[in-house]
């Protein structure tokens, strides 16, 4: 890979998002450029990008660069890296790909559309990031993973087993840099009103807006320093005790 030019010590630090038009993805962008970072969005919707670009100066006077990708094209991601103008200080990846299960169930192409989405691409663009903050000795990977990676669940567990595939990779990446500089989050936001379901009636202690993830986001980054986020916290509460629940007893539940 191409040597990338590194921010000097008087540049503001810098934000990659991958999905930079996702809900999570833009509030967690325009988060950091309040902050000061520069902002590097990518995806590959053009127009989308260059309003949501328009939008973060606007409302945080923060530069902000554009970049195509397409997450499911991973013989891309090599070119993608080389071509930025900054290796980033942090990276985030934060596609929305919840998909349809019932369609997944039979439908062998989109099921593997959302677990390439979900789990191998976003792995594979965090990994080749690793490299680069190795060589550097400083950085932060950010993974947007689901709680429902933490137990598969009849009503999306295509989307929960990628989502879990996203969480180990996270993890051992983790404990790769225990003792580095490098830092690693992964965040699970539990439910979060955004497009897919802005019309879904959803407990309200259980539920975030897009602009609390991504504080919680810029706290762990920055600040708290955590591993592992939840937006709401009531979640680690809520995933632990559905860890436990014997499988005999959880196969009849079908959540």
């Known amino acids: 890979m191409a040597h990338l030019p590194e921010n000097s010590p008087t540049d503001p630090q810098s934000l990659l998002v991958i999905g930079g038009t996702s809900d999570i993805g833009r509030a967690c962008a325009l988060r950091f450029a309040e902050a000061g970072y520069t ?3 990518a995806g590959n919707d053009a127009e989308s990008l260059a309003r949501e670009a328009d939008d973060i100066k606007a409302r945080s006077g923060a530069a902000v660069s554009l970049h195509s990708l397409d997450i499911l094209k991973t013989e891309t991601f090599t070119d993608f890296i080389a071509q930025l103008p900054v ?31 979900n789990f191998e691409s976003p792995a594979l663009l965090l990994g080749l990031f690793a490299e680069k903050f190795t060589a550097r000795n400083s950085g932060v990977l950010i993974g947007v993973s689901s709680v429902a990676g933490d137990r598969g ?9 990628a989502k879990a595939g996203l969480n180990a990779f996270l993890s051992g990446l983790r404990n790769r840099f225990g003792n580095s500089e490098i830092r690693v989050v992964t965040v699970k936001p539990g439910f979060v009103r955004t497009g897919p379901i802005e019309n879904v009636s959803l407990p309200r202690f259980l539920t975030a807006e897009p602009r ?28 632990a005790i559905i860890a436990v629940i014997p499988e005999s007893l959880f196969k009849r539940m079908h959540l």
Not at 105 to 116: A, Q
Not at 223 to 229: I, K, L, P, S
């Open 87 to 117: 290796l980033p200080d942090i990276v985030l990846t934060a596609e929305e790909c919840t998909g349809d299960q019932h369609k997944a169930e039979s439908d062998l192409d989109y099921s593997s559309m959302i677990m390439r989405a």
């Open 153 to 161: 669940c009849a009503r999306n567990y295509v989307y929960g087993a």
């Open 39 to 41: 902002i590097l969005l």
């Open 212 to 239: 609390q993830v991504a504080q919680s986001v810029y706290r762990a980054a920055v600040t708290h320093r955590r591993d592992v986020v939840y937006a709401k916290s009531i979640w680690c509460l809520v995933s």
